[in-house]
């Protein structure tokens, strides 16, 4: 064997892995910045259809990626299509729960409970059949799932206690007042108006200029009531 030969072939193909691997990172940060900062969601599905998207992002990936797009947008169509794709297709588990965690809030904010139970109803079956070590990594994930079943399916506050305190740990504002919020929600269903209306008002403090302002604002002016619990923030 012609060892310099071989030694060179190494160096090149690990060349390449690494040139592979921070051009992809490269792409997939672009598109980060046009979605996530810019809020341009046209641009980024524009660019996830180039060449080099579909270079470094196999067709699979490229269908997942397109969903936050799609809820920016509100292409209500394009969300029916693309989680019909991926309910039909198998993936890591992983994968998969991100999938349905985008799915509930979307089929709740249109108001098709019955959809959105079964998507619930097949977190809970992917919680089954994880292993205990992927239950545990995914804890929160499910909690989320947990949270929303609880509030607009079940009508149930069961959770309020808890929502308050994950708030009360967390330092960044927006998780921390979207928990209160939540929190808030809880209480107004098991008919704790003094809570409820504390919850509320933490939840204002930490979430100004987010889409939630405007109605917590208005919750607080005119009174709480029945529209705490849509699952539109609007």
């Known amino acids: ?5 071989f030694w060179v072939a190494l160096a090149a193909g690990a060349a390449l892995v690494v040139a592979y691997l921070f ?13 996530y900062q810019q809020g341009n969601a046209d641009a980024y599905l524009k660019e996830l259809d180039s060449f080099s998207s579909k270079f470094f ?12 797009a799609y809820l920016q947008k509100n292409d209500n169509d394009a969300l029916e299509t693309v989680f019909g794709e991926v309910d039909d297709k198998p993936m ?7 999938v349905l965690q985008k799915e509930m809030p979307w089929r709740l904010g249109l108001g098709q409970m019955d959809k959105a139970a079964d998507v619930y109803a097949r977190i809970q079956d992917l919680k089954g059949r994880m292993k205990e070590k992927n239950r ?4 929160d994930s499910f909690l989320e799932a947990d949270y929303m079943n609880a509030i607009y399916l079940e009508h149930s506050g069961k959770y309020a206690d808890d929502l308050v305190r994950k708030a009360k740990e967390l330092k960044d504002d927006i998780p921390a007042g979207v928990y209160y919020y939540k929190a808030a929600q ?6 704790d108006m003094r809570k409820c209306t504390d919850a509320l008002k933490r939840a204002q403090t930490r979430l100004k200029n987010t889409s939630y302002e405007a109605k917590i604002n208005r919750l607080l002016k005119d009174g709480i009531s ?3 619990l849509d699952p539109r923030v609007i």
Not at 28 to 35: G, V
Not at 136 to 139: I, M, S, V
Not at 186 to 191: A, H, M, R, T
């Open 226 to 228: 029945d529209d705490l």
């Open 23 to 35: 051009f992809s990172q490269r792409q997939a940060a672009y598109l980060s910045i046009l979605l």
């Open 1 to 5: 064997m012609n060892w310099t030969v």
């Open 92 to 98: 890591a588990a992983g994968d998969k729960l991100l």
């Open 186 to 191: 809880s209480y107004y269903l098991k008919k």
């Open 57 to 68: 992002f196999g067709k699979r990936l490229r269908t997942l990626m397109t969903i936050d």
């Open 136 to 139: 545990e990594r995914y804890t």
